[in-house]
Structures are given as structure tokens and as C-alpha cells.
């Protein structure tokens, strides 16, 4: 049952083949000894797929053994499907991880990490000396994936992630390259249990990508408890099929059944393939195999020596390197990228951020190949509809699943798309775990978030976005922009694109007048002095729907009498110290800053973290409660943001 090997062959295989036929039944030992003997497509015998196995198994004890640190059983429970598929299943080229023609692995059970470096090393891409220095501050071999490293595609190890980001790399080469290459994910049946596993493997069978294998190396046992469905096959074959896969159980530490696996994978059309692997944790370590209490530690340096001495005789010392299939022949045009044509706003009319967004990104998907656009079922509400209906394939439908859509969308930054995903600002909080594992992999991608704060209106707390300032500026390398009108919106989209990394854009739903001129000109890290003169005494800092509102404090306070300066902080991160400090020196350093956010780490603590140490006097206005249902001009006013607070706030501040 299962691919598993009724009667396995015990010590080496180094027999003669006429020999031993004679002392077996006739067909049906025949045909599983010329599987062992016999080399596979790309040249291997099973015998050296055993042979590279076990070297899989002692690098990764030796090198979590050196660590002091490391998850060696994880390691071991995977090596037969490693093997397999880097020395007889896939195509690429070892020298060049980032050529465009290779089929693509994706790590996502990432606490195997050296099980991955040391197929790399026996790819001859890393040096085997090298895989000693796990774990160490000077190396890169960390120890969860890092794109630090040429041949990960993305960071992975917090679970539940690299099927997303297999959605991605096999959307990509299915719709955008159109190429023949293949995506392979590994994955722990701990991390069934995830929910974003379940949101991938919907759109990866919506999408029918046959090109998008996964694996689960379904060991049974997780780090503290045996896992829900332990080695149930059955159950795991039924929720993957529920969802439209096609399933193949297998032992996963059987080559031949591992290989007939992965060629039916190959040979599937229309929809995904899930490969379904029962495996010993801890495989080859006699002590530690099938044991709880062995997740996440390393052997010692007795246990280390025991364990490969048992493994040793599974080695064949005149095995030569592995012969890698090389990829297919992917010939890529380099894109001609155009200058975006200019906005042409009219001044009279008020234009919503949002829309401007999507205006912006149909133009820039005009010039730019490169570019596309994924939604989660608001599209008509962010404006992504507009690029949908104007490149239909380069548009990515989600529909409710904010954890694949950021996921893909790092998937496709990973083969050199420029990918701007869009939903509710509130939203992309349930995909926040995606946002900083994105953050950790530099990932190239373009997030805009809408309907940001207690200016929607009446649909309440649930979906206002009053979070996502902080949660964006807290994540290193992440530019967080804040457009206040059309105009700057606009130009903020190509500069998000030109950008090489991670952009988050906030946008405003209800509609603003239009500041500025339409060849005005906006840059990452800038800002606009909107109102100044040279007896002001206060400098007033907002940005999206606040800043009109501080527009109409002015004019009450000039009125007044009381002249304040007005800074459009249209850039959150990196932000415009130099303008700030020049207001703080000429408004003896008394700063006010307005936002529709929770007060804590929004705009107002990204200006007091720039002038920190400056010596100025900062008051924040912000939203200091949950909000309730109201209309917009009611909601803004009862927060505490209005202009009405803005004068009262001034006049005692100056």
C-alpha cells in the first residue's frame, strides 16, 4: 500500500542481478530489482539516490551537531524526497540559481534549512566545509532560508507560507513566462493545520496549475505533540482532494515510488499535485527514529558519531557528484520600460486616493511589462479593476484571501515581476505575518491599503484601518507612503515602482480636492511646506484626509491672527528630516501632528523619532479610542481630528 517495499533489500546492492532472480518469484521481484539497478532520467541508479540521501542526512547532523542548535530529525524524516528530486527530478542549473529557466524549490518547512544547504552542497554550489558554519553570525547559511542566499526564493520558517509564494512562482511561469519550468514545495504536516495552506491550495486549483507540485513530508511527529493527523493518509488524501488536487500517497523514503511519483505529478494537467509522503522522523537514526522529544535538537558530538557510523553503510564511497538535468532553454527578452504618461487631473473636481491608484497603475502597466496587479475580492473598491480589465493576464483574482494574495505576490516578485497587491488597509492585517516575512526576504512588492481610518464612515471599527501605519514602519526596508490627494497619489505609484523593495501605500476612500499641479513633482523620503511665512510659531504635520482639515485650521487661525506653518508628510518612511528640522527651527521647535490613526506609532511618533534629541515639543492628535459608526465629517470630530480640535490644540499650544 502506498508505494512501500514489501520485502526491502538488506546491505549493499552490489549483487548480481542473474544471481538472485533465480531465488525470487519471477515478475514481481524482477521489476523492483531492476528499479534499484537501473538509472533514472537523469542518469541516477536508486542505489546513488540512497547513497546521496544519507550524505543529506550525516551533512545536516554534522552541521547542526557543530551549530549546537538545529533540527537534525526534521532534517533526516526528508532527505529520500530531497534527493530525488534535486538528483533525478528537476531541472536546473547549479551554477545559476537565478536562471529563469530552472525549476524552482521552495523550502517551506524552513527549520530544515541544512537539509537544503546540503543538497546545495552536493549540487556543488556550496563548499561542504561550509556547511560547518551553520548557524554562525559570519555565514549566510542561516538558520531558517534566507534570499541572502542565490537559490531561495523567498524566507520561509514561519509555517504555513511557502505553498503562497508556490502559487506565485507557478503563476508566473505558467501565465507571464510561459515556460516549461516546475515548482516543487516542501512541506510539514505540522503546517496543514494553517489556514493559508488551505487559502493556496484553492487558488492553485482555481488557476489549474499543473505546474505546482507539493510535497508534505508527513512525519507525525511536531514539536511538542504528535501531530492532528499523525500518519492518516487517508484523512490527509481526502482534504486534498476536497480541494480539487490530485493526490498521490507514497513512502516517502522509497525512491522508486518517490520517482513514479513525481513523473505522474509531471504528467497531471489541469490542476495541482499534492504528493503525499509517510516518513519516519528521524529516519537513520536508530535512537532517534519515529521518537518524540527530538524536534529542535541537535545531536551531541557521541550521539553525532553513532549516527553516521550506522549511516555509513549506506554510503558508496565510489560514487562520483550527481548529474543534474539542466534546465530548459528560456530565452527572456529584457522589457522595454516606457516613461508613465503624466496625470491630468482638473483642480475644480475632487478625486478619492484610491482611484488615483488605480488610474496611476493602469498607466503604469502600459509602459511596463513587468508590472501586475492582485486583488482580494475589492477590487471595485481599490480601482485594481481597472488594470484587470485592461490586462487580464497579468491580474491576479484572490478573492478572499489576504495570506495567498501578499504570498503569490512575493512569489512573483521572486521571478522579477513588479506586483502590487491591494485591498482594505484593516485587511492586510490578517496577512501581517506575510508582510514581515516579506520584509525579511526583501521582497519587491507593492502593497496598497484603502479605506485607512474613521473617514470611511458608517461601516464602522471592523473596517477602518487604524493600524497600519505602525504595523508597515515597523518592518525594516519597508517605504510606508501617504498621498493627500490625487495628484501625489498618483506619482507615488511609479515612484513605488521604480523603487527596489517593499512599498506600502495608504490610500483615503472618501474623495479630496486637488492640491497640487498635475507636473508637480513627488520622490520617496519627501515632503510639501503647503503654508509658511516667516513669523509662524507652530509647524502642523499631517497627511491623507487630516491634512485638508489642517488647510481649514489655517485659514481659521491666520483669521485668528496665529500663523502655523503646514507640512504635507506625504512620505512616512523614509521620512524628510531635513524639511522637519528647518520647521523646527523656524517655529521654535513646537510641532502638532494630525492623523487618522491610533496614536501609537503613526505619523506622529515617525516625526518625533526623526527629530528625537532635537529638543522640540510635540502634540499628537490621533484617534485615542474605537470607533464607532458616523458619517465622515461627525467621526473625524468626535476623534479628536477635526479642524475644530486643530484650532482649539493651536491656540493653546502657541
Known sequence: MYGVREFPLAGSYRVSLSSIRGLLRPFYFTKQLESIVSPTASGQSIQSLQHYATQLRIHSIQGTTEAGSGHPTSCCSAADIVATLFFAVMHYDPANPKDRGNDRFILSKGHAAPLLYAAWAEAGFIKRDDLLNLRKLSSDLEGHPTPRLPFVDMATGSLGQGL???????????????????????????????????????????????????????????????????????????????????????????????????????????????????????????????????????????????????????????????????????????????????????????????????????????????????????????????????????????????????????????????????????????????????????????????????????????????????????????????????????????????????????????KTPILYGNDDIFHIGGSKVLRQSDQDRLTIVAAGVTLFEALKAYDELAAAGIHVRIVDLYSIVPIDTETLLDCARATSNTFLTVEDHYAHGGLGDAVLSALSGEGIRLHKLAVREIPHSGKSDELLDRYGISARVIVETAKRLV
Open 164 to 510: 503562497c509564494g508556490g502559487v506565485g512562482i507557478a503563476l508566473n511561469h505558467k501565465f507571464l513566462d510561459q515556460n516549461d519550468a516546475r515548482v516543487y514545495v516542501l512541506m510539514g504536516d505540522g503546517e496543514s493545520v494553517e489556514g493559508s495552506v488551505w487559502e493556496a491550495a484553492e487558488i492553485a486549483q482555481h488557476k489549474q496549475l499543473d505546474n505546482l507540485c507539493a510535497i508534505v513530508d508527513i512525519n507525525r511527529l511536531g514539536q511538542s505533540d504528535p501531530t492532528l493527523l499523525q500518519h492518516n493518509l487517508k484523512a490527509y488524501q481526502a482534504r486534498w482532494k476536497g480541494f480539487g488536487w490530485h493526490t498521490i500517497p507514497v513512502d516517502g523514503h522509497d525512491h522508486s515510488a518517490l520517482l513514479e511519483a513525481f513523473q505522474e505529478a509531471a504528467n497531471t494537467h489541469d490542476r495541482p499535485t499534492v504528493i503525499l509522503a509517510k516518513t519516519l522522523k528521524g529516519k537513520g537514526i536508530s535512537f532517534a527514529e519515529d521518537k518524540m522529544n527530538w524536534h529542535g535538537k541537535p545531536l551531541s558530538q557521541e550521539d553525532a558519531q553513532k549516527a553516521i557510523q550506522e549511516l555509513s553503510k549506506f554510503l558508496n564511497t565510489e560514487e562520483g557528484p550527481p548529474t543534474i538535468q539542466a534546465p530548459t532553454s528560456h530565452e527572456t527578452t529584457p522589457a522595454n520600460i516606457l516613461p508613465v504618461a503624466p496625470p491630468a487631473y482638473d483642480t475644480q473636481k475632487s478625486v478619492a486616493t484610491r482611484e488615483a491608484f488605480g488610474e496611476a497603475l493602469v498607466h503604469l502597466g502600459e509602459v511596463n511589462p513587468l508590472v501586475v496587479a492582485l486583488d482580494a475580492d475589492v477590487k471595485n473598491s481599490t480601482f485594481t479593476d481597472k488594470f484587470g480589465q485592461r490586462f487580464p493576464t497579468r491580474f491576479f483574482e484572490n478573492f478572499i484571501a489576504e495570506q495567498n494574495m501578499v504570498g503569490a505576490a512575493a512569489g512573483l516578485a521572486a521571478c522579477g515581476k513588479i506586483p502590487f497587491a491591494a485591498t482594505f488597509a484593516c485587511f492586510l492585517t490578517r496577512a501581517y505575518d506575510f508582510i514581515r516575512m516579506s520584509a525579511i526576504s526583501q521582497a519587491n512588492i507593492k502593497l496598497m491599503g484603502s479605506h485607512a481610518g474613521v473617514s470611511i464612515g458608517e461601516d464602522g471599527p471592523s473596517q477602518m484601518g487604524l493600524e497600519d501605519l505602525a504595523m508597515m514602519s515597523v518592518q525594516p526596508g519597508v517605504t510606508v507612503l501617504y498621498p493627500s490627494d490625487a495628484v501625489c497619489a498618483y506619482h507615488l505609484v511609479q515612484s513605488a515602482a521604480s523603487h527596489d523593495g517593499m512599498v506600502y501605500m495608504r490610500t483615503s476612500r472618501p
